[in-house]
């Protein structure tokens, strides 16, 4: 089960979790027993995601440790200590270039398919469009899910339309070239055969 962003539940909220860790199961409001004995919980935090970013600014070979140590007091201080107790802690490093540029590649390499699936385009997909999409996602407040928002709210938009004027013009692209320009944004190139 996960549980995101557990930081911003009602410390009563929180509290229902000592049944399940001492127990092994809850009763919920009609007294049914709700079994959690072969269930894993994940919670997911973002407490003290600043300092972790300040920290590897300064200190880029920071060690678990470190970040252990400078994170047990802001979860001590919003968790209760029992609850704690319960608590297996991993930290999460910020993503770097490199695994971020695999999930825009693997995002675009999606789009690549349904292109060639729904309209037998060929699509080539220039570096300086990857390179844009990664440097964008490695923002630190929106990290790798930056990659959606571009993606839904402004390439699939400008694709979306640039391939109906395509259509409405009579003319079928057989291939699309893709790319980034600083002024122009989102560059599209298609290599079209009249339509009958």
């Not at 049944?19 to 407490?47: C, K, S, W, Y």
């Not at 060639?116 to 996602?137: P, V």
């Not at 839904?152 to 395509?166: D, K, T």
Request: charged share 25%; with cysteine.
């Amino acid at each position: 089960m996960l549980l995101d962003e557990v930081e911003k539940a009602h410390r009563d909220e929180m509290n229902l979790f000592y049944q399940v860790f001492d127990r092994g199961f809850m009763r919920d409001g009609e007294g049914r027993e709700i079994d959690f004995r072969n269930t894993v919980i994940l919670m997911t935090a973002n407490l003290g995601s600043d300092h972790i970013m300040q920290l590897l600014e300064e200190k880029p070979d920071a060690t678990d440790a470190d970040l252990h140590e400078l994170l047990y007091p802001l979860l001590r201080e919003h968790f209760q200590p029992a609850l704690m107790a319960r608590f297996q802690t991993v930290i999460y490093r910020p993503l770097g270039q490199e695994a971020m540029r695999a999930i825009v590649e693997m995002k675009l390499a999606q789009v690549v398919r349904r292109l060639r699936q729904h309209y037998g385009l060929e699509t080539e997909i220039n570096d300086s469009l990857y390179d844009a999409l990664t440097a964008a996602c490695l923002l630190p407040d929106t990290g790798a899910r930056n990659i959606d928002s571009l993606l839904n709210q402004q390439i699939l938009p400008v694709l979306s339309q640039q391939l109906l004027a395509q259509q409405a013009a009579h003319r079928k692209p057989a291939q699309l070239r893709l790319g980034w320009d600083e002024e122009d944004g989102i560059v599209l190139e298609f290599a079209t055969e009249e339509m009958q």
